[in-house]
């Protein structure tokens, strides 16, 4: 572990220095391709118009014999796209993986001038990030960049779990984490088979009326996800990086989706993934604060002046706590708004009409 005052030097000679802070850029959906597969490869330049980011994927969903070509048609797709605004990452391969050193060699010395963020998967704890921010210096070094890549942990492991808040804290490379939630019930041993989203026997009933037990007896579905995803945003505000919902499975269930990705965004995460351009869309929509939120939050702000005091709004206590949860959606909605024109026009006319 570094000493807090060598936190921010640079781990090789010649490496650029790390960040001191996340750059704000929209990442509401992580949109997965396989840069391996001509279908979605040549989908690239069109889909870099309408996501925040696009990751190119060479771990779990690619076939064993079709690695090298992932990682060879990554390098390609990077060469060859304009990315304008949409942020480039790569997820690669585990690092116990046959596959993952050359990823690594290759991206960086390629293409690390393109790529944004490193996607890590199967991340244990600290060590695991230690070693690739040392590795990234090393190669940075070499490939003479001048600026540095940036590390994102999946949280698909129990001992990742455990060990969520030192991850997030583990290098000032560290951008996000995302929940892994198909891996992480397999190494917990967890009984679901789906790729997120609840299960229908993971519920809570109301009490019996009567003698009969199965009589009028309501039951609720409960999210699996909770505990992990909350544990993961505060592992992640405390260290200034940003969290993710990750994969929603059931491509088909468009209703689903969205209600797990509300719930995500509503407990503090910026994105999910999207593994089928249907799913674009809906993240783009639950991740971007409503306009109505937006026109009542700057309405709070606007009313409580300097911030402190209490004042009542349509019946609603506001007091320096409310307007800083306001000034939290104000602030996303704004830099949201300040790349998309359409988001910033219902922004004031939301706010135009609460204030008639
Ligand atoms: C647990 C985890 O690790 S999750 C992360 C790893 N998983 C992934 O990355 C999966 C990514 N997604 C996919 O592989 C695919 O979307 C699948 C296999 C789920 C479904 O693929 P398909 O059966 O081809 O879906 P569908 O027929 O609806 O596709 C429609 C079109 O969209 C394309 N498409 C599908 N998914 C994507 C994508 N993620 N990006 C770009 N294009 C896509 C298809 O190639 C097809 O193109 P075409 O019209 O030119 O034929
Ligand atoms: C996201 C991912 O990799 C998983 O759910 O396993
Ligand atoms: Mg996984």
Same mark, same amino acid.
């Given at each position: ?99 993952? !050193?050359?990823? !690594? ?60 808040? %030192? ?135 606007? %009313? ?48 135009? %009409?609460?204030?008639?």
């Amino acid at each position: 572990m570094r000493s807090p005052k060598d936190f921010f030097a640079p781990l090789a000679v010649g490496a650029p220095q790390p960040p001191r802070q996340i750059p704000v850029r929209p990442s509401r959906m992580i949109h997965f391709f396989d840069p391996g597969n001509e279908k979605m490869a040549a989908k690239v330049p069109d889909l870099a118009k309408k996501t925040d980011v696009l990751l190119g994927n060479l771990e779990d969903a690619v076939r064993a014999d079709r690695k090298e070509a992932a990682r060879a048609g990554l390098v390609s797709i990077a060469k060859a796209t304009d990315f304008g605004r949409t942020q480039l990452w790569t997820r690669v391969n585990s690092l116990d993986s046959p596959w993952v !050193l050359d990823d !690594l060699i290759t991206l960086v010395t390629e293409i690390g001038d393109k790529l944004d963020v490193i996607m890590i998967p199967k991340v244990e704890g600290a060590q695991d990030i230690h070693y690739v921010d040392r590795l990234l210096a090393q190669l940075e070094a070499r490939a003479g960049l001048t600026e540095p890549l940036l590390v994102h942990a999946i949280l698909e492991t129990a001992s990742g779990v455990a060990n969520v808040e %030192e991850i997030a804290g583990a290098s000032p490379r560290m951008q996000g984490i995302s929940l892994g939630p198909a891996d992480l019930a397999a190494s917990r041993r967890m009984k679901t088979t789906r790729v997120g989203g609840g299960h229908p026997g993971y519920l809570v009933r109301t009490d019996p009326v009567g003698e009969d037990l199965n009589e009028g007896r309501t039951t609720y579905q409960q999210d699996l996800w909770h505990y992990t995803v909350a544990r993961m945003v505060d592992a992640c505000a405390m260290n200034g990086i940003l969290p993710y919902y990750g994969p929603f499975g059931d491509i088909r269930d468009v209703v689903a989706c969205e209600d797990q990705f509300r719930n995500a965004f509503l407990l503090g995460c910026v994105g999910a993934w999207s593994l089928h351009p249907v799913q674009i869309d809906i993240a783009k929509k639950v991740f971007s604060p409503s306009p109505a939120d937006v026109a009542w939050a700057r309405r709070v702000i606007a %009313e409580m002046g300097d911030g402190t005091g209490a004042v009542m709004i349509d019946g609603k206590m506001q007091d320096d706590a409310s307007v800083k949860q306001c000034r939290v959606v104000v602030e996303l909605a704004d830099e949201l708004a300040a790349t998309d024109p359409e988001l910033a026009a219902a922004y004031d006319a939301a706010t135009k %009409e609460i204030q008639s």
